[in-house]
T-cell receptor
Framework: GENVEQHPSTLSVQEGDSAVIKCTYS??????FPWYKQELGKGPQLIID?????GEKKDQRIAVTLNKTAKHFSLHITETQPEDSAVYFC???????????FGTGTRLLVSP | DSGVTQTPKHLITATGQRVTLRCSPR?????VYWYQQSLDQGLQFLIQ???????AKGNILERFSAQQFPDLHSELNLSSLELGDSALYFC????????????FGQGTRLTVV
């Protein structure tokens, strides 16, 4: 079955710096890759997603890139702010496979 | 606010007991997914319902069951509870069957003592 690895497990940056979180997936049939942000005591919040027919997608300060050949996808956050501090999860799935497989999460800490 | 509502927010119960967790999906969403989040297992898919019918099963124990009602709300029933069942249980919903753009509720924290 699908397996998703996520790195790093923790990431500390200064406010204003960029943060990059990387994930790799095992099943080449995977075609949908969402990213979720989970704040303490809350449910995962969908922040951006990308499908396999697209190499990059941006939404203001966040972007996701996908390398299908290498089976990698990454989340990029620019100009980080303290409110970006949270746990970020990547996930993968493919059509017909009715579940998201999540990475193990990255705890991002943005210091003022 | 994702639009997905879960009740209760917290639940404390004893081993061997049975509990029911409730989820109301976003307006217009036909799929409901249940996930379990624990420290050692991360986010694990349990089961999916689409428009009242079971669509997919994941790592759901036989002691656990779910259903989706005609008004599309869903319930997750956990029975013969064990200490290891203590976790956060999340419900998510999406419009279609393929879990794209799935939005999560705030979760129910279950503590089994």
């Amino acid at each position: 079955g699908e397996n998703v690895e996520q790195h790093p497990s923790t990431l500390s940056v200064q406010e204003g710096d960029s943060a990059v979180i990387k994930c790799t997936y095992s099943d080449s049939a995977s075609n949908y890759f969402p990213w979720y942000k989970q704040e303490l005591g809350k449910g995962p919040q969908l922040i951006i997603d990308i499908r396999s027919n697209v190499g990059e997608k941006k939404d203001q300060r966040i972007a996701v890139t996908l390398n299908k050949t290498a089976k990698h996808f990454s989340l990029h956050i620019t100009e980080t702010q303290p409110e970006d501090s949270a746990v970020y999860f990547c996930a993968a799935s493919f059509t017909g496979f009715q579940k998201l497989v999540f990475g193990t999460g990255t705890r991002l800490l943005v210091s003022p | 606010d994702s639009g997905v509502t879960q009740t209760p927010k917290h639940l404390i119960t004893a081993t061997g007991q049975r509990v029911t967790l409730r989820c109301s999906p976003r307006s217009g969403d036909l799929s409901v997914y249940w996930y379990q989040q624990s420290l050692d297992q991360g986010l694990q898919f349990l089961i999916q319902y689409y428009n009242g019918e079971e669509r997919a099963k994941g790592n759901i124990l036989e002691r656990f069951s779910a259903q989706q009602f005609p008004d599309l709300h869903s319930e997750l029933n956990l029975s013969s509870l064990e200490l290891g069942d203590s976790a956060l249980y999340f419900c998510a919903s999406s419009v279609g069957t393929d879990n794209t753009e799935a939005f999560f509720g705030q979760g129910t924290r279950l503590t089994v003592v």
